[in-house]
């Protein structure tokens, strides 16, 4: 690592050299080499005079005011040390060019500015400062080159280096020893655009009407699951693609596995929704209408078009009695150059009571505390058992099918539940759900793209409490 360092600031040593500076002092550097000694160009030596920058800063801006920094030369010697002329080098890799910057400086004890004359041919640039002429510095002693650089606007944008080089006589020293380079390193130096780039503002995706039709107001604990619809009106003007959710959205914790939300596919299947949380809403409970493939969640539904998902709710017997509500969301997948948006239905309240006895009288909390009541045999009449009424039947309301067991004198009828009948899916108006959004939800949602899951991505800290 060493012998490469040492190569590289031969190197520049060497393109010092042949800057143009007139080394009249220094005679011997381009004597003939010595018998049995191999020469690359001239030899040129490290100078006890070293070199450092002052408030160089880590950037400038292109078409910028210029900035100001300081070169130091500072003898480490015992004795005096010449310095014969100095140059400034911008090392380019970005593709800048000489013409994109101007440098100024003051000589040591000077106050007028001066233009230090650039060469070009390279890409960067190299500017000759005091050209064959500097200061004579004594044992110890330093000498400031105060520098002013400006960049143009059309300069491109990246990292340059910027070094500072002087060419020093030893005046003690043989002739062929004299001459050595004092060197600065190349500091970093950022050219940052004239106008910072911005990225704009994305649009918000197109998103949909939404609202939850025939949605019912009471729900027993334990008891059947209720049908209802979910109705998606693309009145956008342009094709969407969207996941559908809900949330439930109370004051008080639903558990998830309390809740049974299952919707209706293409292909006239029931699955369940997946449930997931908001950190935000500890009491409030989202489920995607989401099942198998992710992908399969993703709805595409073109401008105009209208979207009919059957749903249906219930509860396990263990579900708390409370009050509660549910909003559908419609959340769209972004296009390019847009972010995710989401439509919300109005909200809908409804109740959960607890499970009632067979008389209609809530059911006992203790086995202890009720007996459940006998009749003999011979008065169990089949015919007793609850009709179902022929409008529930071709709707898919719920309705309980009576059932008769006899065990020795005793018989007990038994309520069973029926799976309601799949909706028809009919195509519905909409109602303008997106532009009725409630304020309450402050957990807003965002759909993953690619993935069609339901991810809560923003958090509207302002407003956690409007609306609740």
């Known amino acids: 690592m060493r012998s490469q360092s040492r190569r590289l600031l031969a190197a520049a040593a060497t393109a010092t050299l042949v800057s143009g500076l007139t080394l009249a002092s220094a005679p011997a550097v381009h004597a003939a080499p010595t018998a049995g000694t191999e020469t690359q160009g001239p030899q040129v030596q490290f100078s006890p005079v070293t070199v450092a920058f002052s408030g160089m800063p880590s950037t400038v801006k292109a078409g910028g005011a210029p900035t100001e920094f300081t070169a130091i030369l500072k003898n480490t010697a015992d004795h005096q040390m010449d310095v014969l002329g100095s140059v400034f080098t911008i090392a380019d890799t970005i593709g800048s060019k000489p013409s994109q910057f101007k440098l100024e400086y003051q000589a040591p004890g000077g106050t007028q500015w001066r233009d230090a004359e650039a060469r070009g041919g390279i890409n960067g640039g190299v500017w000759d400062i005091d050209r064959n002429v500097g200061p004579h510095l004594a044992a110890g002693s330093e000498a400031a080159y105060r520098l002013r650089l400006t960049v143009t606007a059309d ?4 990292r340059v280096g910027a070094g500072f080089n002087a060419i020093v006589s030893d005046p003690t020293l043989p002739p062929e020893q004299r001459i050595s380079n004092a060197m600065s390193g190349y500091p970093g130096l950022v050219i940052v655009p004239a106008v ?15 609202r ?35 949330v439930f959205q109370g004051q008080a914790v ?24 908001d950190s935000d809403h500890p009491a409030w409970l989202y489920i995607a209408l989401r099942a198998g493939s992710k992908d399969a969640a993703v709805i595409t539904l073109p401008k105009g078009g209208t979207r009919t998902i059957n749903v249906r709710l219930a509860f396990t017997k263990d579900t708390p009695v409370l009050s509660d509500s549910l909003v559908a969301i419609a959340g769209s997948l972004p296009g390019t150059d847009e972010s995710a948006a989401e439509a919300f239905s109005p909200k809908v309240d409804f109740t959960i009571e607890a499970a009632a006895g067979p008389t209609g009288i809530p059911a006992p909390t203790s086995p202890a505390t009720s007996a459940a009541p006998t009749t003999p045999a011979a008065t169990a009449d089949p015919s007793t058992a609850p009709v179902v009424p022929a409008a529930q039947a071709t709707t898919g309301a719920p309705s309980p099918a009576a059932a008769v067991e006899q065990t020795g004198d005793t018989a007990r009828a038994a309520a069973a539940p029926a799976a309601p009948a ?16 409630p304020t309450a939800i402050t957990g807003a949602t965002a759909i993953a793209l690619g993935v069609g899951t339901l991810v809560v991505a923003r958090r509207r800290r302002g407003a956690q409490g409007a609306g609740n």
Request: glycine share 16%; net charge negative; aromatic share 6%.
């Open 155 to 158: 300069a491109p944008a990246g």
């Open 212 to 246: 939850l039709d025939g949605m019912p107001a009471t729900f027993t604990a334990g008891g059947e699951a209720k049908p209802f619809k979910l109705v998606l009106t693309n009145n956008s003007g342009k094709d969407i693609r969207l996941v559908p959710a809900v």
């Open 254 to 277: 639903l558990p998830s596995g309390t809740v049974t939300f299952e919707f209706q596919g293409p292909n006239g299947e029931w699955a369940e929704g997946a449930p997931g949380g």
């Open 422 to 437: 799949a909706g028809t899916g009919a195509q519905l108006a909409s109602t303008g759900g997106s532009s009725s959004a």
């Open 196 to 210: 910072t780039p911005t990225t704009p503002a994305s649009t918000p995706a197109a998103t949909a009407d939404v």
